[in-house]
C-alpha cells in the first residue's frame, strides 16, 4: 500500500518490475532513471547478487498528476530473476502498489517466462493479493532481436501464454534502445493512481 508523506504532500507509490532472470529489468530502469536523471533524488541502488540484480530508486515525475492533493513520488525496483533468489523476490514484492511483468521474447525463454509469471502469483498470494487484483501491466521484451534473426515468439503466442486469462495492456518493448519502455511504465502508473484512487475513496 503507498505510503503517505504527510509534510512533504506527497504519496509514495511503489511499483516492482517482475519476470525471468535476463529478461531486461535491470535495462528498463536504467533507461528511466537515465530518462528521467532531474527528477531522481539521490542514486540509484544495486544490490549484486551472483549473476543477478536488484534495482532500486525513487523520482517523482513531473505531469502525473495530484492524488489527494498530493504529488506522487515512485519508487521503481527490480527482482532477481534467478530461480534461487525466490525469497528475496518475495520481500521486494512485499507492498507493491503496481507491477510491470517484463516477459523474454526469445523462443528458448517461453517456458521461464511462464514459470516466472506463476511465481509472481505465488508470491501474491503469501501477500493475501492476487494477479487479477493489483494493477499489471505486460511487457514483451527484446522485440528489437528479430531484425539480427535471433528466433522470437509471436506477439500471439506470447499473449496466448501470458495474457490469455488476465487480460492487462500489454506493450512490445526494446529496453536496450527504449522502446516500448516510457508507454509501458506511464500505463502501468495510470492504473496505479485509478487503483490508489479508488482505495483511498473506500476508505474514507
Known amino acids: 500500500m503507498a505510503v503517505f508523506n504527510v509534510r512533504n504532500r506527497e504519496i509514495e507509490c511503489k511499483i516492482v518490475y517482475y519476470g525471468p532472470g535476463r529478461c531486461g529489468k535491470t535495462t528498463n530502469l536504467e533507461h528511466i532513471y537515465r530518462s528521467f536523471k532531474k527528477q531522481v533524488s539521490g542514486q540509484m541502488v544495486s544490490i549484486d547478487t551472483e ?5 532500486f530508486f525513487d523520482f517523482l515525475p ?4 495530484k492524488v489527494m492533493g498530493c504529488d506522487v ?6 527482482v532477481p530473476g534467478q530461480v534461487k533468489y525466490s525469497s528475496t523476490r518475495r520481500l521486494v514484492l512485499k507492498g507493491a502498489d503496481g507491477i510491470v511483468f517484463v516477459a523474454d521474447s526469445l523462443a528458448v525463454r517461453r517456458e521461464k517466462n511462464m514459470l516466472s ?13 492476487s494477479v487479477f487484483k493489483v494493477p499489471l ?13 535471433i528466433p522470437l515468439m509471436s506477439v500471439a503466442q506470447m499473449e496466448k501464454d501470458l495474457n490469455s486469462q488476465l487480460k492487462v495492456p500489454a506493450f512490445e518493448a526494446s529496453a536496450l534502445t527504449g522502446r516500448g519502455v516510457g508507454l509501458t511504465l506511464k500505463e502501468c502508473l495510470k492504473r496505479t ?7 483511498l475513496r473506500l476508505s474514507e
Open 51 to 55: 549473476g543477478d540484480r536488484t534495482l
Open 62 to 65: 513531473m505531469g502525473v498528476g
Open 73 to 78: 513520488r515512485l519508487q521503481l525496483y527490480t
Open 117 to 129: 509469471l506463476k511465481d509472481l502469483h505465488n508470491n501474491l498470494k503469501s501477500y493475501s493479493s
Open 137 to 149: 501491466v505486460m511487457q514483451y521484451n527484446k522485440r528489437d532481436l528479430e531484425a539480427q534473426g
Open 193 to 199: 493512481l485509478k487503483s490508489l484512487q479508488k482505495e
